[in-house]
């Protein structure tokens, strides 16, 4: 019993100071749908209602909010675990504060990527867009099929104008250097 | 602007792998007397990049709205995302000025700008508010009573309830009453409002199947011969997916997973080849016998 009230209290311990950004809850409340970061209370209500952590022991949308209003910045960005969340809004609709918790997810995910982390598949949509217009590539065989099938021909996209917006919103740059 | 005719947005999934959605959604309309236009040089809507960088998902999805905009025609999507997405940028970029502003910024690189000129909605939508119940129900010829069968709203066309307004996210009905209008039984079951798992597949391919085998779970055992859905994501994951998810698991189900329009096509006593039922993956020929 001792040992574990000892192992418990070296893991609460585990936070330190200089681990802490003050300005980081500062700094997502700017992003548009993160506004109410402070207001969480920490009631769980989110994680209760969770889909996602009905089967995963890490993803837990309270932890990640509270992480977020201790600024522990380095944290959240280096795991994996923000990317578990499918946006199914539940949080949204549930929290009694409204905190959009599912659009501060966003936020982290967002900046993970700036720092130039994310994984591999959400690289592949990107590339796809940019290629194609869709998010998937789609094989000519199946653009076939659909004049087979007596369905219109699939309009091309816009490609010069998708760079564009690539260039100028500044994700071909990060697309660049990021790693999966 | 007629409200009998829609620019159909198709998205990126229906063309690359749910074509059966897309074939009996234009049959079932055609029925319906609506006509729907094919937009040009449309692009993804812009969901799968919100995760990435929020300004990227606001201008592709602006570029979208603009087209619509130029054709005068309001849109009409058959996926769930599509619509999240393309809805909720259209309300923020006509309510925010800031918003606005910065992503007419951007749209004005490739000569673009958005006028907030347009409105988003989706098939069930465009169904249960614009066509509406009493003329659905003078096309059903064959009315589907021998089917009980489960429905499956998926997320995105009820949450969140602050940008999309209709039905009740946590007791969605009406995909339940249309449903009823082809004269097929509607089964409740458990966790229904509960995510199909779709977002996360490529992520973390074990929970995304869990939460899709849980659904098929709860269906069977409340005695549904089939699901019913309205979005080629959700699709994917019962339909597609569903041998996968049997592989996993060492479980057999066998649920035909149907297109809505596949549904009450076959109310309205359209042929079953013509609803692209064969291109299902799961075989839905037990379905049809029954009828």
């Known amino acids: 019993m001792e040992k574990t009230q000892s192992k418990e209290i070296k893991q609460r311990a585990i936070i330190k100071s200089s681990e802490m950004d003050p300005r980081f809850k500062y700094e997502i409340s700017k992003i548009p749908g993160a506004e109410k970061i402070m207001l969480c209370f920490q009631c769980g209500t989110c994680t209760a209602d969770c889909p996602i952590a009905r089967f995963n022991d890490f993803y837990r949308p309270r932890k990640l909010i509270r992480m977020t209003q201790l600024g522990l910045k380095d944290r959240l960005l280096s795991n994996d675990v923000i990317w578990l969340c499918s946006t199914c809004f539940t949080c949204v609709d549930h929290c009694p504060q409204d905190v959009g918790i599912a659009n501060i997810v966003r936020a982290l995910r967002n900046l993970t990527v700036k720092g130039g982390r994310m994984p591999v598949v959400y690289k592949d949509l990107a590339s796809n867009i940019l290629k194609t217009g869709y ?38 740059k990060t697309l660049e250097k990021v790693r999966t | ?38 937009i040009p040089e449309f692009n993804c809507c812009g969901f799968p990049l919100d995760p990435v960088n929020h ?13 619509a905009e130029q054709q005068k025609i309001n849109i009409m999507t058959l996926c769930n995302g599509c619509f ?8 923020e970029l006509k309510e925010d000025k800031k918003i606005r502003e910065k992503v007419n910024g951007y749209l004005k690189e490739i000569g673009m700008e958005f006028k907030g000129t347009t409105t988003v909605k989706h098939l069930i939508h465009v169904l249960a508010q614009d066509v509406g119940f009493e003329k659905i129900k003078n096309t059903v010829k064959n009315p589907l009573s021998q ?10 066309v009820v949450r969140p309830a602050k940008h999309v307004g209709f039905d009740d996210p946590e007791n969605p009905k009406t995909l339940k009453n249309l449903i009823r209008v082809t004269g097929a039984k509607c089964l409740d079951y458990m966790e229904e409002t509960e995510c199909c798992g779709a ?8 929970i995304s199947l869990q939460l899709a085998r849980e659904k098929l779970d709860h269906i069977r055992a409340v005695g549904a011969q089939a699901m019913i859905t309205i979005c080629p994501f959700c699709h994917m994951m019962f339909d597609l997916n569903q041998p996968r998810i049997e592989r996993a698991f060492n479980e057999k189900f066998s649920i035909p997973a149907l ?29 049809l016998s029954l009828l």
Request: charged share 25%; hydrophobic share 45%; with cysteine.
């Open chain 1, 135 to 172: 998010a998937y590539v789609i094989p000519d065989l199946r653009l076939k099929r659909r004049e087979e099938k007596g369905l219109p021909k699939l309009p091309k996209a816009n490609l010069e104008s998708i760079a564009k917006l690539f260039d100028i919103t500044g994700l071909s």
């Open chain 2, 1 to 38: 602007m007629p409200e009998s005719k829609y620019l159909l947005f198709l998205g990126c999934i229906i063309p690359y792998r749910i074509s059966s959605y897309e074939i009996s959604a234009r049959k079932v309309f055609d029925k319906l007397g609506v006509e729907l236009v094919d």
């Open chain 2, 55 to 67: 300004d990227v998902m606001l201008t592709l999805a602006a570029r979208n709205l603009c087209l």
């Open chain 2, 84 to 91: 999240s997405i393309l809805n909720q940028v259209n309300k």
């Open chain 2, 147 to 156: 089917l009980q069968v489960a429905q499956f709203s998926g997320c995105h």
């Open chain 2, 199 to 206: 977002p996360i597949i490529g992520v973390d391919d074990k």
């Open chain 2, 259 to 287: 297109h809505y329009p596949q549904l009450l096509g076959l109310a309205m006593g359209i042929n079953p080849e013509e609803l692209a039922l064969k291109d299902l993956r799961v075989d839905a020929s037990k379905l």
